[in-house]
């Protein structure tokens, strides 16, 4: 199923519907040439009644501007040193850049203004050295946007800051953006960058938790230096009360709708909280425990099962949820005259596969059985046998070990399953 099917996205609407979502762009999306499709993801969340507020960066274009006026800039994020020549080419750089947003925003008939809501006041002097006109946001007029935002009107955040003197300063627009997510309480904080996520030893990062993520900032060598930044303000975000950081691929089609409307995403989650969870399986998920395994069992990977077999058993039945969305199953029959009990449908979805869920749920149906007096676990596989053995540690055993009335139907069902035999420790 495609993000953008109706059907996909209607789920999420009464989570997200009169929330807020802080979406930061880096300058070099702008002119990127999918530029004109991440508004049209905005004008689809907007129609969702969904308050979105843009932030965006200018280091591409200062950089550019600098070459083309001859002024080599003092520094291009925000966070270094800003002199007198740097602030006027940032400034300018930066009002074209917010008009060139609000020229996209109105092609898609979404009403927008830019604003002075960052009130920031002088980096200062630290370690010696004197930041001149480099800022530090000190408060968001959250009173103005809140607003703005009330009356469906978009707000443009340039990375500029303003104190009470009318005095600018360059800020750094990731820094702005975890201002703006902290103080309007939004439930998304969304950085869009030129890279697919946060890479740590060059494997992109799907899911972290914030204090995960936290410890990997403790040797920053290991995650890719250009998005260094957007971590250390993912984790202030989350710390912060934000429960979801997401850094994702701006220069892909759909990217933004893709992140927000399916479990799987394209790029980096942050989450504040843990975010998955297993809960037992009821009457009405019956139909998603079919539809979910339906593909493997089809496939003989998985015994089948019928609505009426499930519903005789419901309460061994497990779902494993992302954000409340399911993306794996698992059963524990239990067999209380042996004290033995049966690992059984154990199913992960593709889009979810390598990121430990089947370790998760097979270590909840052990702890599971521990609390039900249960001291051996078996399971039976045609296809998965190998991964239980050498990850969950499972042994080969034969038939013998099954209780009565379960042997006759291994027996019975010709299937030949492998036999896998665990003793539970207390």
């Known amino acids: 199923m495609k993000p953008t099917d109706l059907r996909g996205i209607l789920r999420y609407i009464p989570r997200f519907r009169e929330k807020t979502f802080v979406v930061a762009i880096d300058g070099a999306i702008v002119t990127d040439d999918n530029f004109p499709n991440l508004l049209l993801d905005v004008a689809v969340l907007r129609s969702l009644n969904i308050r979105i507020v843009l932030v965006h960066g200018a280091a591409l274009q200062i950089a550019a501007l600098?070459?083309?006026?001859?002024?080599?800039?003092?520094?291009?994020?925000?966070?270094?040193?800003?002199?007198?020549?740097?602030?006027?080419?940032?400034?300018?750089?930066?009002?074209?850049?917010?008009?060139?947003?609000?020229?996209?925003?109105?092609?898609?008939?979404?009403?927008?203004?830019?604003?002075?809501?960052?009130?920031?006041?002088?980096?200062?002097?630290?370690?010696?050295?004197?930041?001149?006109?480099?800022g530090k946001v000190e408060r968001i007029d959250t009173e103005m946007l809140q607003g703005l935002l009330s009356q469906g009107i978009i707000p443009v955040v340039p990375p500029l800051g303003f104190d009470g003197d009318g005095k600018t300063y360059r800020v750094n627009s990731d820094a702005v953006a975890?201002?703006?997510?902290?103080?309007?309480?939004?439930?998304?904080?969304?950085?869009?960058?030129?890279?697919?996520?946060?890479?740590?030893?060059?494997?992109?990062?799907?899911?972290?938790?914030?204090?995960?993520?936290?410890?990997?900032?403790g040797n920053p060598s290991d995650l890719r230096p250009d998005l260094i930044s957007k971590a250390r303000h993912a984790v202030a975000a989350?710390?912060?009360?934000?429960?979801?950081?997401?850094?994702?691929?701006?220069?892909?089609?759909?990217?933004?709708?893709?992140?927000?409307?399916?479990?799987?995403?394209?790029?980096?989650?942050?989450?504040?909280?843990?975010?998955?969870?297993?809960?037992?399986?009821?009457?009405?998920?019956?139909?998603?425990?079919?539809?979910?395994?339906?593909?493997?069992?089809?496939?003989s990977e998985l015994m089948k099962r019928t609505r009426a077999a499930i519903e005789r058993q419901m309460g061994d039945y497990y779902l494993f949820e992302i954000d409340k969305n399911p993306v794996g199953c698992v059963a524990l029959h239990p067999y209380p005259e042996t004290q033995q009990g049966e690992l059984a449908f154990l199913y992960v979805s593709p889009s979810h596969e390598n990121q430990g869920i089947g370790s998760k749920l097979v270590q909840f149906v052990e702890a599971r059985a521990r609390e039900l007096g249960i001291t051996e676990l078996f399971t039976l596989s045609t296809t998965?046998?190998?991964?239980?053995?050498?990850?969950?540690?499972?042994?080969?055993?034969?038939?013998?070990?099954?209780p009565i009335a379960r042997r006759e139907r291994y027996e019975a069902s010709g299937r030949n399953s492998k036999i896998l035999l665990k003793r539970l420790r207390p």
């Not at 998965?384 to 099954?402: C, I, M, R, S």
């Open 178 to 217: 975890l201002a703006l997510a902290s103080q309007l309480k939004a439930v998304k904080l969304l950085y869009l960058t030129t890279a697919d996520g946060l890479q740590h030893q060059g494997r992109l990062l799907r899911q972290v938790l914030v204090s995960e993520l936290k410890a990997l900032l």
């Open 238 to 299: 989350c710390e912060a009360g934000v429960p979801r950081v997401h850094v994702i691929n701006g220069t892909v089609d759909e990217s933004l709708l893709s992140e927000v409307f399916s479990n799987e995403g394209i790029g980096t989650l942050v989450y504040a909280n843990e975010y998955t969870q297993v809960r037992r399986a009821q009457k009405k998920d019956i139909r998603t425990l079919i539809n979910l395994t339906k593909a493997s069992m089809e496939a």
């Open 66 to 134: 600098g070459a083309e006026r001859g002024i080599t800039p003092s520094n291009l994020d925000g966070t270094g040193i800003t002199d007198a020549a740097t602030l006027q080419v940032s400034l300018t750089a930066a009002n074209r850049l917010t008009h060139e947003i609000l020229e996209g925003l109105s092609a898609n008939d979404l009403r927008a203004v830019s604003t002075n809501a960052v009130i920031a006041h002088p980096f200062g002097i630290v370690g010696g050295i004197d930041h001149q006109f480099t």
């Open 384 to 402: 998965a046998f190998t991964w239980f053995q050498n990850k969950a540690g499972y042994g080969e055993a034969t038939p013998d070990v099954l």
